[in-house]
């Protein structure tokens, strides 16, 4: 019977195809967006977690104040800061091949007549910070910073080519707050996430310490940096560096001044916010299939009182109020499934495209590229919502039709 009344519903959409179609399209566009955005959203926070885990794989960076989630921060107690100590202490951790430290601010930096502000970072340890860092960024020209430097910079590739109207060669002189300071060499484009490090600048820490005197103390840094030696595990290593650091500077937990941002960190973090985005932006784009179901709802009805005598006729032949109930179901049932493959193919689509055109826009393809991830159960969620906005959406005139009196109906003109 199932298979019978599936051709009757079929037989009866092809006969209304213009009406079908426009009934589809709600429902099209609402899975479509669906689709989309999820499919977006978990492609790129994986793409993210490539960059991140390409350039700080192994790479845990400690950072002054807690900002753990659900952590207030205790910035409000008094100055936090880390210290030469505290770099030590790091250092001496069992599993921390390298460690280097930093102070960074926002400088004036002027190149010819030009002038404008961008980020400056003072490194200490700078051979160690090539070896962690650095070489990971790679050189497009010249060479890193070594610990003898003084006057020493090298710049983030956009601070070379696109920041000033002449580009920066090698050997060039820059000044850093009326400092002046010869290029050494100049990174790689990074691009996307990490786009902030085309914009830095890299000076050896002791002139950048008197540039910034009146921000940092004198043993004070912005982050301190571990490398984690190959046979480690990164985040039983955090957790350790986390331990000693509570020791050494004599806190706790309720009273820790410091973050340790290990990779997990980043992709917790990073994770729970884009999650939060995909599920906000699923929420409106469902709107679109309410509407949708709404359309369905409203030609279901439409669909009753047109065939009032030909549901008539089929009672007064034998069907029953449940065969009735089930034809009118499946028809929009159909709808709605048609629309949900439709939306899934028109979603996976449309993921491609606003890959194409935001990697293009903001050069995040540049080194590791956005490639979209369609995963088999976003394209079934996709078909499955359909389907189920379209029974929903048609049980009430479906009810309505299986309740029709036959002798009223075969009397309806």
């Known amino acids: 019977m199932l298979k019978e009344l599936t051709l009757i519903a079929l037989r009866n959409l092809s006969q209304r195809k213009l009406r079908t179609f426009l009934t589809l399209l709600g429902i099209i566009i609402g899975v479509t967006s669906i689709v989309s955005i999820i499919s977006l ?43 030469e100590k505290d770099l030590k202490t790091v250092s001496r951790v069992d599993g921390v091949e390298e460690t280097y430290a930093f102070i960074r601010s926002g400088g004036r930096v002027k190149y010819g007549k030009e002038e404008t502000s961008l980020t400056i970072t003072g490194i200490e340890n700078a051979e160690e910070w090539e070896r962690v860092e650095a070489e990971r960024l790679g050189l497009e020209a010249g060479r890193f910073l070594t610990d003898n430097d003084k006057y020493a910079a090298i710049l983030g590739y956009s601070v070379a080519h696109e920041i000033f109207s002449k580009e920066i060669g090698i050997g060039k002189e820059i000044e850093v707050e009326g400092v002046k300071f010869k290029v050494v060499g100049i990174l790689k484009k990074v691009g996307g996430i990490l786009a902030s490090i085309d914009q830095t600048i890299y000076i050896p820490i002791k002139p950048a310490r008197k540039i910034f005197e009146e921000k940092f103390a004198e043993d004070e840094f912005s982050v301190i940096s571990a490398k984690v030696a190959k046979g480690y595990d990164v985040n039983e290593v955090a957790n350790e560096i986390e331990e000693e650091l509570l020791k050494a500077r004599r806190e706790d937990e309720d009273t820790q001044t410091f973050t340790v941002i290990s990779p997990r960190f980043f992709q917790e973090t990073i994770g729970n916010v884009m999650n939060l985005e995909t599920l906000f932006l699923s929420g409106i784009a469902g709107i679109s299939l309410i509407v949708g179901g709404i359309g369905i709802a409203n030609i279901m009805y439409v669909s009753v009182m047109e065939r009032t005598r030909e549901i008539g006729i089929m009672k007064a032949i034998g069907a029953t109020n ?6 009118f179901l499946l028809e929009a049932g ?8 439709i939306g899934s193919i028109g979603g996976i689509i449309f993921s491609h495209v606003m890959s194409f055109i935001v990697s293009r826009a903001f050069a995040i ?8 991830i369609i995963e088999p159960h976003v394209i079934l969620l996709g078909c499955f919502f359909g389907f189920l906005v379209g029974i929903i959406a048609g049980f009430l005139p479906a009810r309505k039709a299986a309740k029709l009196d036959p002798v009223e109906a075969l009397r309806y003109e």
Not at 45 to 58: A, P
Not at 322 to 327: A, N
Not at 365 to 372: A, D, K, L, Q, T
Request: net charge positive; charged share 15%.
């Open 365 to 372: 393809g540049e080194r590791i590229g956005i490639s979209i």
């Open 334 to 341: 159909l709808i709605g499934l048609v629309g949900g493959v």
């Open 322 to 327: 449940h065969s009735i109930l089930l034809l």
């Open 41 to 83: 959203g978990s492609s790129l926070q994986i793409n993210v977690y490539k960059q991140l885990e390409r350039i700080s794989g192994d790479v845990i960076n400690i950072i002054p104040g807690n900002i753990k989630p659900g952590r207030v921060p205790l910035s409000a107690l008094g100055a936090i800061k880390l210290t």
